[in-house]
C-alpha cells in the first residue's frame, strides 16, 4: 500500500520563522523532516502546483519556485514574484498555504513534492484548532478542543466516514482540514467510490505549539 504523512501546516515549524524556537521546537521540525525523508518522491493532495509558493503572505520573502525546486529568499523571491505573469500570480495566491509550507519542509528534507500523481504516497498538510485553548492565536470557541479530539481520534482509528462527518465542522472550530478532505477524496477515486482505507500506524508527536495542538503523523492508505 501507498504511504501517507500528516504534517503541520503552520509556518511555525519552519526554520528561522519563530525568532525565540525553543529546542524542543527545533526537535519538533526534525521530525517532520525526518518523516518526509523517508521517501524521495511525495505527492501533495493538488492537481498542480503554484510557479512560486512562499510566505509572502505573512510578509516573509521567502519561498519554493516550483519550476526549478530552488528556495528563493530576500531580492530573488521579490523578483522572482514580480515576474509572474497575472495567470500566474493568481495560481499563486488561490494555492493552500499548506503547499508552500509543506514544499520547504521537504525542501530542507532533501526530497521531492509533487502534484497528485507525481507519487502513490501523499503528505496532508493539516492544522488543528487555533482556537481550543486559553492561551491560543484566537479567542477561545466552544467544542474548538472537542473537534480536534474527534478528529484525532478518526485518524488514529482510520474511520474515513467519521472524518468526513468532522468536514462542515472544521471552519467553526478554526481548523483547517481542507488538505486532509482533499486527500479522501483523493483516495475515494482511487478506490473506485469504495470507502477509501487510511490506516494511522505512528503518531510521530501530537504536542502543542505555541498553545495549538499540532500533529504528526503516518501511516499507509
Avoid: K, Y
Avoid at 35 to 54: I, N, Q, Y
Avoid at 97 to 108: D, E, I, Q, T
Wanted: a negative charge.
Amino acid at each position: 500500500m501507498a504511504r501517507f504523512a500528516l504534517i503541520p501546516a503552520a509556518p511555525i515549524l519552519l526554520e528561522n520563522i519563530d525568532l525565540l524556537e525553543s529546542a524542543r521546537t527545533a526537535a519538533l521540525r526534525a521530525e517532520v523532516e525526518g518523516v518526509l525523508s523517508s521517501r524521495e518522491v511525495w505527492s501533495l493532495p493538488v492537481d498542480t502546483l503554484p510557479p512560486l509558493a512562499g510566505l509572502g503572505g505573512l510578509g516573509i520573502d521567502r519561498g519554493i519556485d516550483t519550476r526549478t525546486g530552488q528556495l528563493l529568499s530576500g531580492e530573488d523571491w521579490v523578483e522572482a514574484v514580480r515576474a509572474l505573469s497575472p495567470e500566474e500570480r493568481a495560481a499563486c495566491e488561490s494555492a493552500h498555504p499548506g503547499v508552500a509550507v509543506a514544499l520547504m519542509h521537504a525542501h530542507s528534507a532533501g526530497v521531492r513534492l509533487g502534484p497528485l500523481g507525481a507519487a502513490d504516497d501523499l503528505v496532508v498538510p493539516l492544522d488543528l484548532s487555533v482556537a481550543a485553548s486559553p492561551d491560543a492565536p484566537l479567542a477561545p470557541t466552544a467544542g474548538a478542543a472537542a473537534f480536534d479530539d474527534a478528529l484525532v481520534a478518526a485518524l488514529t482509528a482510520g474511520e474515513v466516514p467519521a472524518l468526513l462527518a468532522l468536514t462542515p465542522g472544521a471552519a467553526s472550530a478554526h481548523a483547517d482540514i481542507e488538505l486532509l478532505t482533499a486527500a479522501l477524496a483523493h483516495l475515494a477515486e482511487r478506490s473506485q467510490g469504495s470507502t477509501p482505507s487510511l490506516t494511522l500506524d505512528r503518531t510521530v508527536f501530537d504536542a502543542d505549539v505555541h498553545d495549538v495542538r499540532s500533529l504528526c503523523a503516518t501511516g499507509s492508505c
